[in-house]
């Protein structure tokens, strides 16, 4: 298994797991592991979502969390990023063809790899990105999924020199016009700490540069203008009042205030027009709770271990607070 998964030095992986890869929407080889708490019986299980440029190995420390709150773990690269198949010739592109594969990649997930060999009941914690996938799917998950928390969701964009009001227009065009496999700027990945939107947290953004810098297979530059199209369309078609009466799972919204790159201000819209939603405001944190300073990661986990059915009880929708 430590080829499939890839270990250094100071992110150790959790002690009981397993992994390989299934396949995803036609044909997309997708790389899996399930990771097992130690408690008996298991609370249930976590099917965790990463967000865009993310992979297994970034969320040890997490998934170590849930594991010890009882919950078994089971998560994917999406397509086209970390150790799952790349879908262009150059593999340093970040694309996606339809949001729908992503989608249909998590059924495919939780039909062939969850249902069989994981715990019920089933949950799902989902980070930006995969927090896009889980809203824009989850009216076809009641039936599966017990409860979601999603943090930073990505229903909007903030970018660093141009409005979204034109980035939307700008991205349709390329599509339309053929060119929607382009990239729409340089690799971002060996930013530096200072002045970065993702985490306050120097250890934490020190272990993912050193996971990345070991491992440089498991990372993708920028994102392509379809795949830029693809999620920006689906980001406002799931904030609609129209998509969220169709989710009925009880939700949480893990909202880091100080979120620079999916406006903190949208996910609060969001949450206003969610009737199975519910905003918990982390202030002064930024886009990425799990990997944030503790002061501002441990209230994400104490939110969720809260509201899990199974943990002290769960918590219901009507008991949280912003």
Not at 45 to 56: K, Q
Not at 64 to 73: C, E
Not at 168 to 176: D, M, S
Not at 226 to 245: D, F, I, P, Y
């Amino acid at each position: 298994m430590d080829d499939i998964l890839h270990l250094t030095p100071d992110n150790p992986p959790p002690a009981n797991y397993t992994a390989g890869y299934f396949s995803g929407y036609k044909g997309v080889r997708l790389r899996y592991a399930i990771f097992r708490s130690d408690g008996a019986p298991a609370k249930g299980t976590v099917v965790l979502l990463h967000g865009r440029n993310e992979f297994i190995e970034k969320y040890f420390e997490t998934i170590r969390d849930l594991n010890a709150m009882g919950l078994w773990v089971a998560t994917f690269d999406l397509r086209g990023q970390g150790g799952s198949d790349r879908l262009l010739k150059n593999k340093r592109k970040g694309h996606v063809r339809r949001l729908a594969h992503y989608e249909r990649d998590l059924e495919i997930f939780l039909e062939q790899i969850v249902l069989p060999d994981t715990r019920l009941p089933f949950f799902l914690v989902a980070h930006s990105t995969g927090a896009l996938i889980a809203l824009s799917a989850a009216p076809r998950l009641s039936n599966r999924i017990s409860r979601m928390a999603l943090a930073a969701p990505y229903v909007g964009l903030r970018h660093e020199r141009l409005p979204i009001g034109l980035i939307r227009p700008l991205a349709a065009l390329a599509c339309w016009t053929g060119l929607g496999n382009l990239s729409t700027g340089g690799n971002r990945s060996h930013r530096p700490f200072e002045g970065n939107p993702l985490t306050s947290s120097k250890e934490r953004f020190a272990r993912t540069a050193n996971i990345m810098e070991a491992h440089p297979e498991l990372t993708v530059g920028a994102p392509t203008f379809r795949w830029l199209h693809e999620t920006l369309k689906g980001a406002k078609r799931v904030s609609q009042q129209e998509h969220l009466t169709h989710i009925t799972i009880p939700t949480l919204l893990l909202a880091p205030v100080l979120d620079g790159v999916i406006p903190y201000v949208e996910q609060e819209k969001l949450s206003r027009n969610f009737r199975a939603g519910q905003l918990v405001t982390i202030n002064g944190a930024r886009h990425e709770l799990f990997h944030e300073r503790d002061i501002y990661r441990v209230q994400a986990l104490a939110a969720i271990e809260a509201f899990m059915p199974g943990l002290d009880g769960g918590m219901d929708l009507s008991e949280t607070a912003a």
